[in-house]
């Protein structure tokens, strides 16, 4: 039986740092030769098989490589790769400025990208300017895929279909660069629909992955495992909400989860977490009115916990502007409550499909 008042018991997955992106160096690491002295280069044995099966898994994939950008794009698509990669950093920059605009691009830590490329110098450099990038020489490239940095406890739905979504992210942002007019405004456009229903079996995969990936937008970090998150969505002291969002671009998969845990006169958020990916697009308030409503018709008052991570700052901030007040402060953890008293209408740009 799973303890109420406890953080989650098993955070094996923790052990071993997840990537999110593999970047890639070009000239003597995704293809034998050096494209701009004129060779006929051509791929690495195996090299494609490793690229689809990263994908596949839902690790990123990403170039920084010191190129000349319309032959090496030319190239890349010759040889099939060229949709693989998004946000490819192909210049006469260094490898470190290319790394921390991917990070930021894709908006993910530079902890949770991977670096493989043949020159020594290249990866010292990095190593020196980012210790946390997982660098890798090619001459290991035939143990990449077995790495554990490089293997998901599980591939979900989402998992495949990740650098589809991230495309589908890039037109949003062209689109939303490009639209005269205000934020809310051009959020009308997307015709977005946010879905809110109880976790279900076929959710869980997915609901583990999302509390070990997202780390920004996560109100304490905690990591919860399959079978936690499968006893919590069983418990009849426990509420497991897994919300889900689309537009006129596409999928955005599943992409907020909320664990919340009765008790006789109060609910307490345990767990609030939403993709990056979402961050402009106000799911995150949507949710959390759904919530203070939620507990406002049971008439039980609601608190949550938060939990700094160093990177979370901003839940704090969505908890505060949706009117939560601190009541506790026990070292790092923080206990807030709301009164319930103004819960703010859902915005008008979002269609809204509750499913109990």
């Not at 020159?119 to 946390?132: A, D, G």
């Not at 495309?167 to 062209?174: G, K, V, Y």
């Not at 609901?207 to 969505?233: H, I, K, P």
């Amino acid at each position: 039986m799973i303890s109420l008042n406890s953080a989650p018991t098993d955070n094996k997955q923790e052990k071993t740092r997840s990537i999110k992106c593999v970047v890639w160096d070009l000239d003597n690491t995704i293809w034998n030769g050096i494209l701009l002295e004129g060779d006929r280069v051509c791929l690495r044995p195996d090299i494609l098989d490793i690229i689809k099966t990263l994908d596949c898994r839902g690790i990123l994939q990403s170039i920084a490589s010191k190129n000349e950008y319309s032959s090496a794009s030319e190239k890349l698509e010759e040889l099939g790769l060229h949709e693989y990669f998004i946000y490819p950093q192909i210049h006469w920059n260094s490898k470190v400025s290319s790394i921390k605009e991917i990070a930021k691009l894709i908006n993910i830590g530079t902890d949770a990208i991977a670096f493989v490329d043949d020159q020594i110098f290249e990866l010292e450099e990095v190593k020196f300017s980012l210790p946390e990038v997982l660098c890798i020489n090619v001459d290991r490239l035939e143990y990449l895929l077995e790495m554990p940095e490089m293997n998901p406890r599980f591939i979900t739905e989402d998992s495949q279909k990740r650098r589809q979504m991230y495309i589908s992210d890039i037109q949003r942002n062209q689109a939303e660069s490009e639209f005269i007019g205000s934020q809310e405004e051009f959020l009308a456009t997307l015709n977005m629909h946010l879905t809110i229903s109880a976790a279900k079996e076929e959710d869980l995969q997915r609901a583990e992955e999302l509390t070990v990936r997202t780390n920004q937008l996560n109100t304490t970090g905690y990591t919860y495992s399959y079978d936690e998150l499968n006893m919590f969505s069983r418990s009849d002291n426990h509420k497991l909400l897994i919300a889900s969002l689309n537009d006129k671009y596409g999928n955005y998969g599943k992409i907020g989860l909320a664990l919340l845990e009765y008790s006789e006169s109060f609910w307490t958020i345990k767990l609030f977490l939403m993709s990056c990916r979402v961050m402009s697009r106000g799911v995150g308030t949507v949710m959390l009115n759904y919530l203070l409503e939620l507990a406002k018709d049971n008439n039980v008052r609601l608190r949550a916990e938060f939990l700094s991570n160093n990177r979370n700052r901003m839940m704090y901030i969505a908890y505060k502007f949706s009117g939560f007040k601190e009541i506790d402060n026990n070292g790092a953890l923080v206990i807030l409550e709301n009164d319930l008293k103004t819960i703010q209408p859902y915005p008008k740009y979002m269609n809204i499909e509750i499913i109990n």
